[in-house]
Structure formats: C-alpha cells, structure tokens
C-alpha cells in the first residue's frame, strides 16, 4: 500500500510560480508511474502530467505544457510538479497519483491506483 502526500499548494498572483511535491511511503517509488491531476467543484478531474517509471518520459496537458515541469527524485521518494506564468485557470485542488505500470492511457484516471489527499492551488488574476 502506497501513501502520497502533497504539499506546496497556496495562493499566488498571476504570472508566479509554486512548487509542488508529493512524498510516497510504503511502496518501491521507482516501480510507479507517477502523475499529477487536477480537479475544481462539480468538475471532473483532469491530467496535468505524468512521469512513467521505467524510462522518465514526461507528458503533459495541452493547457500546461510549456509551463509546468515534472520531475521525480528517486532517492527521496518524492515528485514534483514545478509550475510557472500561472494563470487563473490553473485554481484547483492537486492531486498526486501512483500507477503500477506506464500506460498508453496515463491522462485516464482510472490507470492509477494510488492518490493523495490534494493541495489547493489558488490563482488571483
């Protein structure tokens, strides 16, 4: 069993940065995939990016690409998700995920089997 837990999340005018990081415990960290989602009220939750396991390829959503990165520290069990020029389109709850195997359909929620709890983003225009 597999816990994530995010952080970094907070408040932020357009135009800044935040760093998230999610730490996993109670798994092999390099045998997950590992993802980034996103999700606002009455809204389905939405792929932001993904790391696969067993090469570090990185993919992201269209709405983000160019402006967030993902990345991952195998030594320290944790992934981050380094995101600049917000915009106030990018206010959501973030989730963190684990997938026990790359997959063709990683922007598909349902490919992960692990999620955190989430950390609130907030972007003022």
């Known amino acids: 069993q597999v816990q994530l837990v995010e952080s970094g999340g907070g408040l932020v005018q357009a135009g800044g940065s935040l760093r998230l990081s999610c730490a996993a415990s109670?798994?092999?960290?390099?045998?997950?995939?590992m993802g980034w989602f996103r999700q606002n009220p009455g809204k389905e939750r939405e792929f932001v990016a993904v790391?696969?396991?067993?090469?570090?390829?990185?993919y992201y959503a269209d709405s983000v690409k160019g402006r967030f990165t993902i990345s991952r520290d195998n030594a320290k069990n944790t992934v981050h998700l380094q995101m600049d020029s917000l915009k106030p389109e990018d206010t959501a709850l973030y989730y963190c995920?684990?997938?026990?195997?790359?997959?063709?359909?990683?922007?598909?929620?349902?490919?992960?089997?692990?999620w955190g709890q989430g950390t609130q983003v907030t972007v003022s225009s």
């Open positions: 995920a684990a997938a026990v195997r790359d997959s063709v359909g990683y922007a598909s929620r349902y490919q992960y089997n692990y």
């Open positions: 790391i696969r396991r067993r090469d570090d390829n990185t």
């Open positions: 109670g798994g092999t960290f390099t045998g997950y995939a």
